[in-house]
């Protein structure tokens, strides 16, 4: 059988009446949980799977449950980004640097709108991807290694400098400050405690909604109240145009289709993710647009190209999981869990012996996306109404909300000291105009960066030649040296033109 013919063979599974209503419930509930900051895909997945084992759902109903709510969170990411400057997870930090403007000029309907739109796209493009290329980007996939891994991890951060234009230096100390961050907790090699000044709490390390919640809602609620009380106004504006119109979806079409594309490449990636996607494709973004964009200030193509990215990448995930038997991310971890307790070993047999599963859960990721863009599109004017919420309720509902999640994490009263105490370091950085989302990124890059360059050194007895010995790794790091380089020779030579002019 052709591709084709397997996936009209898997629309037969997934267009059932029990696996479609699944789907639905999946999607509604994913892009709640996505919504929430700091719960991200993987809690999402991680608390419906117990309840679909135990309701004894059968193998692909139940991997088409879960795939509903991975993709409903990467929906639902978006909506805290855009309208309370506070990332739903780890991949909607992006949209967040121009969704959020476009909220305080009037926007945010159109930024839901396109956002929804961008990540629908994304999704469909993967999906396709999905089904022609899946065994060959298997094959590409396992020539990363830990070097390569490493080397990517420096072009993701070596990228952030193009991010916020012209604040390069301020954004790679951003960038160092989550790095450093990230190495808090117990050294998983040598079992060395580092940074935790004989603190308990801290020996796990610095969660991630720890952190987000800290860097971008704490100080995003002392700015509220300062800038509150200095002009008295609300600070987002409402608006009565929800949807974007033709042009604006003309404006965004090419981008999204480029983010799409990039976003699934990098998911292929076990473990790359859509943090990584999102950053990439921004930065892709911005330098192709330069002076013609608003990038940062509330720029359209800053909030579809990010969106496009991270929904991309998290279909690509599902290649290493279905045809090596390998977690292409974090949730798909979960999935593969959900695979094994029904004695189901995924990996290159996976397609042969239990085509139903695999094209069936291929199929049903076509129609969760129509369910998704059905679903988010309508809900719009509802998100924006939130904004017309008076600020006497509005910071104390975010200040509720945020500690009810930064306390469900541990139970413990600590990682509510310690928000609030990373809280008040963001507002001060955010006052000198140093980037959160450089901050977070190398917060959320850093254990990765530090993981793969250690198995490296390992792999290579200590020879740090190694990083560099691979085609693949030596063209990621000249990359690097040339995205950290260009801005400053750019700026030099237009300083000699206007002298010679």
Same mark, same amino acid.
């Given at each position: 059988?052709?591709?084709?013919?397997?996936?009209?063979? *898997?629309?037969?599974?997934?267009?059932?009446?029990?696996?479609?209503?699944?789907?639905?419930?999946?999607?509604?509930?994913?892009?709640?949980?996505?919504?929430?900051?700091?719960?991200?895909?993987?809690?999402?997945?991680?608390?419906?799977?117990?309840?679909?084992?135990?309701?004894?759902?059968?193998?692909?109903?139940?991997?088409?449950?879960?795939?509903?709510?991975?993709?409903?969170?990467?929906?639902?990411?978006?909506?805290?980004?855009?309208?309370?400057?506070?990332?739903?997870?780890?991949?909607?930090?992006?949209?967040?640097?121009?969704?959020?403007?476009?909220?305080?000029?009037?926007?945010?309907?159109?930024?839901?709108?396109?956002?929804?739109?961008?990540?629908?796209?994304?999704?469909?493009?993967? /999906?396709?991807?999905? @089904?022609?290329?899946?065994?060959?980007?298997?094959?590409?996939?396992?020539?990363?290694?830990?070097?390569?891994?490493?080397?990517?991890? #420096?072009?993701?951060?070596?990228?952030?400098? *193009?991010?916020?234009?012209?604040?390069?230096?301020?954004?790679?100390?951003?960038?160092?400050?989550?790095? /450093?961050?990230? /190495?808090?907790?117990?050294?998983?090699?040598?079992?060395?405690?580092?940074? /935790?000044?004989?603190?308990?709490?801290?020996?796990?390390?610095?969660?991630?909604? #720890?952190?987000?919640?800290?860097?971008?809602?704490?100080?995003?609620?002392?700015?509220?109240?300062?800038?509150?009380?200095?002009?008295? !106004?609300?600070?987002?504006?409402?608006?009565?145009?929800?949807?974007?119109?033709?042009?604006? $979806?003309? !404006?965004?079409?090419?981008?999204?289709?480029?983010?799409?594309?990039?976003?699934?490449?990098?998911?292929?990636?076990?473990? $790359?993710?859509?943090?990584?996607?999102?950053?990439?494709?921004?930065?892709?973004?911005?330098?192709?647009?330069?002076?013609?964009?608003?990038?940062?200030?509330?720029?359209?193509?800053?909030?579809?190209?990010?969106?496009?990215?991270?929904?991309?990448?998290?279909?690509?995930?599902?290649?290493?999981?279905?045809?090596?038997?390998?977690?292409?991310?974090?949730?798909?971890?979960?999935?593969?869990?959900?695979?094994?307790?029904?004695?189901?070993?995924?990996?290159?047999?996976?397609?042969?012996?239990?085509?139903?599963?695999?094209?069936?859960? =291929?199929?049903?990721?076509?129609?969760?996306?129509?369910?998704?863009?059905?679903?988010?599109?309508?809900? @719009?004017?509802?998100?924006?109404?939130?904004?017309?919420?008076?600020?006497?309720?509005?910071?104390?509902?975010?200040?509720?909300?945020?500690? =009810?999640?930064?306390?469900?994490?541990?139970?413990?009263?600590?990682?509510?000291?310690?928000?609030?105490?990373?809280?008040?370091?963001?507002?001060?950085?955010?006052?000198?105009?140093?980037?959160?989302? $450089?901050?977070?990124?190398?917060?959320?890059?850093?254990?990765?960066?530090?993981?793969?360059?250690?198995?490296?050194?390992?792999?290579?007895?200590?020879? #740090?030649?190694?990083?560099?010995?691979?085609? =693949?790794?030596?063209?990621?790091?000249?990359?690097?040296?040339?995205?950290?380089? $260009?801005?400053?020779?750019?700026?030099?030579?237009?300083?000699?033109?206007?002298?010679?002019?």
């Amino acid at each position: 059988m052709s591709a084709f013919e397997h996936l009209l063979h *898997g629309f037969g599974i997934a267009s059932q009446w029990s696996n479609l209503l699944v789907a639905a419930i999946g999607a509604f509930i994913g892009t709640l949980v996505g919504m929430l900051p700091g719960l991200g895909p993987i809690n999402g997945v991680a608390i419906l799977l117990p309840l679909a084992y135990a309701m004894k759902l059968p193998p692909e109903t139940a991997l088409i449950l879960l795939a509903a709510v991975y993709m409903g969170c990467e929906y639902g990411g978006r909506i805290s980004s855009i309208l309370l400057n506070v990332p739903g997870d780890a991949g909607a930090i992006m949209t967040a640097i121009d969704g959020y403007p476009m909220a305080r000029k009037g926007l945010a309907g159109v930024a839901l709108s396109i956002s929804a739109w961008s990540s629908f796209v994304g999704s469909v493009i993967a /999906t396709i991807g999905l @089904v022609i290329f899946a065994p060959v980007l298997a094959d590409w996939a396992v020539a990363f290694g830990p070097a390569e891994y490493c080397a990517l991890m #420096v072009f993701a951060i070596a990228c952030l400098a *193009g991010m916020v234009g012209d604040k390069p230096v301020r954004t790679l100390l951003a960038a160092l400050i989550g790095l /450093t961050l990230a /190495t808090v907790g117990v050294d998983a090699n040598s079992g060395v405690y580092r940074f /935790t000044f004989d603190n308990v709490h801290l020996s796990d390390g610095i969660q991630f909604i #720890v952190v987000v919640i800290g860097f971008f809602s704490v100080s995003e609620l002392m700015l509220m109240l300062e800038q509150h009380t200095e002009t008295g !106004q609300q600070l987002v504006k409402n608006t009565g145009r929800m949807m974007f119109n033709a042009r604006e $979806a003309a !404006q965004t079409w090419w981008c999204t289709v480029r983010s799409s594309v990039i976003g699934f490449f990098v998911g292929v990636l076990p473990g $790359a993710g859509a943090t990584i996607a999102s950053a990439i494709t921004y930065m892709t973004e911005k330098r192709i647009y330069g002076s013609q964009g608003t990038f940062g200030h509330g720029d359209i193509r800053g909030v579809a190209a990010p969106e496009a990215a991270n929904n991309a990448s998290a279909t690509g995930s599902f290649v290493p999981m279905l045809t090596l038997g390998v977690p292409g991310s974090g949730t798909t971890a979960v999935m593969m869990g959900a695979l094994t307790l029904y004695n189901i070993t995924p990996g290159p047999m996976l397609f042969t012996q239990q085509p139903d599963i695999v094209w069936g859960l =291929i199929a049903s990721l076509f129609i969760g996306n129509v369910m998704l863009l059905v679903l988010n599109i309508p809900l @719009v004017n509802l998100f924006a109404r939130a904004l017309s919420t008076p600020m006497w309720m509005l910071v104390p509902a975010i200040a509720a909300i945020s500690a =009810i999640g930064v306390y469900a994490v541990h139970a413990t009263t600590f990682d509510l000291v310690l928000m609030t105490v990373l809280g008040v370091f963001g507002y001060i950085l955010r006052k000198m105009d140093f980037p959160m989302s $450089a901050l977070i990124l190398g917060f959320v890059l850093g254990e990765m960066l530090e993981q793969n360059l250690r198995r490296a050194l390992s792999i290579s007895n200590g020879d #740090v030649a190694v990083l560099w010995s691979s085609p =693949i790794s030596a063209g990621l790091l000249l990359a690097s040296v040339t995205m950290l380089v $260009a801005p400053f020779v750019v700026r030099r030579l237009r300083g000699i033109r206007r002298q010679v002019a």
